[in-house]
Structures are given as structure tokens and as C-alpha cells.
């Protein structure tokens, strides 16, 4: 057997828990892991692309379920909503232009994807006998936050009109409450007073979120992380996206840490993980599946990939890293 339990809802495979004791330092992914946003992030997907595509193409069709989103996500290469938002749209045009069923054509279109993202499944789309150029024009995706189309719509669903206006200077579309408020923190005072007394100022962040959103979400506890040493993804440039692992290097490097834990909820992450340890990096990639759609799925997926420390929950940490009462 590769992994050891130690306990409900932790795995261990063998060959980490002699690196565990000589971590000295702890990263963490934020959606999923810190905070659940299968009511803000999630739901703002399914939103976005319910409006896109009556606005742009006057078409009504599926709902983006969480097993849609997850899909996409397993495939390593969906770290940023907006780009699942993307692929969504696309995908449903197309199926609507070619008349096949849309739940089945996605599914189609998820089985073709690939860590390359975006990129893969306009490849695929392109070796079909379909002409997407008019939703492509009209989305000019991917393209800066600030003026993309798609991701104005995004930001405007997900962060409300104050929160908008303060991170981009600009007036919302929209006057119903943003997204984000459903954000439900799962991180913890006093969990963090516990990872603090190993890791003291070695604990950081490495998100896809932008920096403003993380510290309204996180509110004080934001504070409790050593910012300086954390990655806010959604700020910088695209080329730096999950599973890019130079962001983590940067985090590890800035604490000067000779061997971390990375905790993330998604292939991305674990990818990101795998390729640091590849940098000479020591890297224990620590999955965490409690909040996924679909646990147990999440699970296996993290076992097949062989992650290091599988937990359904990071309450779970300070025993997994054999932290003291």
C-alpha cells in the first residue's frame, strides 16, 4: 500500500513522513483550501456564462454544474475561473452551432483538455467542423482584467459594484450584491496559532486570486500570513498561472525555507508542486479534498497522482505534521 492513514481523512504516503518532521515552512493555495467558494467563485461562473450567452448569442442552454467546473479543473490547467468561464461558453456555442446534446458535447470538450487549458480545448474545437469566430471576436479572450470583456462581467458579478469601483477605478454594470460575499473562511485563529509555533513567519500564500480580494475575504487573518513572501497570481502576468511553479519558488525562496508544504486542492497545485520539487525545491504536496464538489472523486484523484499528504480538511494539518497540542 503507498499510503498510510493516521487517522479519519488523513493519508500519508510512506516515503514523506520522514520529510515531515524537517518542514519549515507551509504555503497554501486560498479557494478550496482557506476559504470555500462553491457559492462565490463557482457561482459566479455559472452566472457569467448564463448572461454571455444571452447577451452575446441570445442562446439559452445548461447550467455550469460543480461537476462541470470540476472537470475542467482536474484536467491541470484551469487554476483561473474565469478561464472555465471561457472554456463553458465556448464549448456551448459550439454545441448549439454543430445540434448536438450540450451536457454531452462538454463532456466531450472536458475528456479533450489538457494542463495547457484554454490553449487545448481550442485546438480540439478547431479540428471540428465549426466557426466559433464571432463569440471569439467578441470575448477577446484571455486580455487584461481591466478590459476584456469577459472578465469585466466576471469581476463585476463576483466582486459587487464598491468592491469593483475600489480594485479597478471603474463603475460596475451591475448593482446586485457581488459574489465574493458568499466566501466562507474556513481557515482559522487559532489553527493558525498552531501552524505558527513550528513555522512561525514561514507561512504564506500562493493563489490565483488577486491580492485585494484575498485580504477582504481573509479580513484579519489576512495579517497572520507573511505577506511579503506571498504570490497574489491575478496580479501578475498571465505567463505565472498554475501549475507555472516559479511563484512557489519565489514564495520558498523568500522565506528562505529548505523545505515546505504546499496546500492546494487542485491538479494545478499539485502539478505546480511536482514541477518546484523538480527545481531542486523540497516540496511536500498536501491535497485537500473535503471542499470539492465531489469528495471522494477529489480523493482518488489526489491518490492516483500520487500526492504526498492527502487531507479532507486542513483542521487536520497540525496532526498530519505531528504538531504539538
Known amino acids: 500500500m503507498t499510503y498510510l492513514s ?52 441570445n442562446l439559452n442552454s445548461i447550467p455550469i454544474t460543480p461537476t462541470i467546473i470540476s472537470g475542467f479543473k482536474a484536467t491541470g490547467g484551469f487554476n483561473d475561473e474565469v478561464d472555465v468561464t471561457y472554456a463553458s461558453i465556448v464549448s456551448l456555442v459550439a454545441a448549439d452551432l454543430l445540434g448536438i446534446n450540450p451536457q454531452k458535447f462538454i463532456n466531450v470538450v472536458i475528456n479533450n483538455a489538457n494542463s495547457t487549458g484554454i490553449v487545448s ?57 457581488g459574489l465574493i460575499e458568499n466566501d466562507i473562511v474556513i481557515v482559522s485563529k487559532k489553527l493558525l496559532e498552531r501552524l505558527n509555533a513550528k513555522f512561525q513567519n514561514k507561512i504564506a500564500i500562493v493563489t490565483g486570486r488577486g491580492k485585494q480580494s484575498t485580504m477582504y475575504s481573509l479580513n484579519q487573518l489576512f495579517d497572520r500570513f507573511n505577506v511579503a513572501a506571498s504570490v497574489f497570481l491575478e496580479d501578475k502576468p498571465r505567463r505565472l498561472a498554475k501549475p507555472n511553479p516559479k511563484s512557489l519558488i519565489m514564495s520558498i525562496n523568500s522565506m528562505n525555507s529548505k523545505c515546505v508544504v504546499y496546500v492546494g486542492d487542485s491538479m494545478e497545485d499539485l502539478l505546480m508542486a511536482k514541477k518546484t520539487k523538480n527545481f531542486g525545491k ?44
Open 6 to 57: 493516521k487517522g479519519k481523512g488523513i493519508l500519508i504516503k510512506k516515503n514523506t513522513i520522514n520529510l515531515i518532521d524537517k518542514t519549515d515552512g507551509i504555503v497554501f493555495d486560498c479557494d478550496g483550501v482557506l476559504i470555500d467558494v462553491s457559492k462565490s467563485y463557482d457561482l459566479a461562473i455559472k452566472q457569467t456564462t448564463k448572461f454571455v450567452l444571452k447577451q452575446f448569442v
Open 121 to 177: 480545448i481550442e485546438k480540439f474545437l478547431d479540428t471540428l467542423s465549426v466557426d466559433l469566430t464571432e463569440i471569439r471576436k467578441k470575448l477577446d479572450y484571455p486580455g487584461p482584467h481591466a478590459t476584456n470583456p469577459l472578465y469585466k462581467i466576471f469581476d463585476q458579478m463576483f466582486y459587487g459594484a464598491k468592491l469593483y469601483k475600489k480594485i479597478f477605478n471603474k463603475q460596475s454594470a451591475f448593482s446586485q450584491r
Open 282 to 325: 523540497k516540496t511536500i504536496f498536501c491535497g485537500i479534498y473535503g471542499t470539492a464538489a465531489n469528495p471522494i472523486e477529489k480523493k482518488k484523484l489526489f491518490e492516483k497522482n500520487k500526492a504526498d499528504l492527502i487531507l479532507e480538511s486542513i483542521n487536520l494539518l497540525p496532526k498530519a505534521l505531528n504538531l504539538a497540542n
